[in-house]
């Protein structure tokens, strides 16, 4: 997967560091705050270049002690890699588009599962906001009767008696009009004997 094979570590053996050393490359501006890994390779290599660089240092020791006797003496680490990765990408150049494919196929799966997921978590909001909308209205349209039924009163017959239709409601209609007359008297009675 990384492009570690026979082929490359032969290749690789026969590496010399007057080749690195003649190599017709200029050296860039280098970060200096560039981190490294474990394996003390630094991070401004791509994911692959960085996972194939540690593989080739640990298993090809040719590789690992001509990079100890260049860097930093001779060159910078970086420079280093940059030729390295020119001088093999004959060898490594397929694996490395085949990882960067698989990469590339499995981030969009992950977005395609994502959506997916968002999808059905939405599918299911919006089932639950139906049925919590169905439930306020229901809930509202009982709470609105309740409010009418306390301020206008029980529209059914509120004296506790039968409704015989014998002019209750005239009974009713005599108490209120009596109680105005009721509250004149004792209005009058009031005012006469304080006058």
Partial sequence: MFGVTDDLRDFVKGLTSITFQNFPIQDEGEPSDVETTESNVRKDLSEW????????????????????????????????????????????????????????????????????????????????????????????????????????GDLEDSDGGPDDGDASFDDDFDRIGNSDIEDEKHSKKDTGTTV
């Fill in 49 to 152: 270049q960085e996972r194939h660089a540690t593989l080739v240092l640990t298993t090809v020791k040719q590789i690992s002690k001509l990079r100890y006797e260049l860097c930093p003496r001779v060159m910078k680490e970086r420079r280093f890699w940059r030729i390295y990765f020119t001088l093999v990408s004959t060898h490594v150049a397929t694996y490395e588009k085949q990882y960067m494919e698989e990469v590339k196929r499995k981030a969009e799966e992950q977005i395609k599962d994502e959506k997916e997921k968002e999808s059905s978590v939405v599918g299911e909001n919006s089932s639950q906001s139906e049925s919590t909308e169905k439930n306020l209205k229901s809930k509202t349209s009982s709470d609105e009767q309740e409010l009418d039924s306390f301020l206008l």
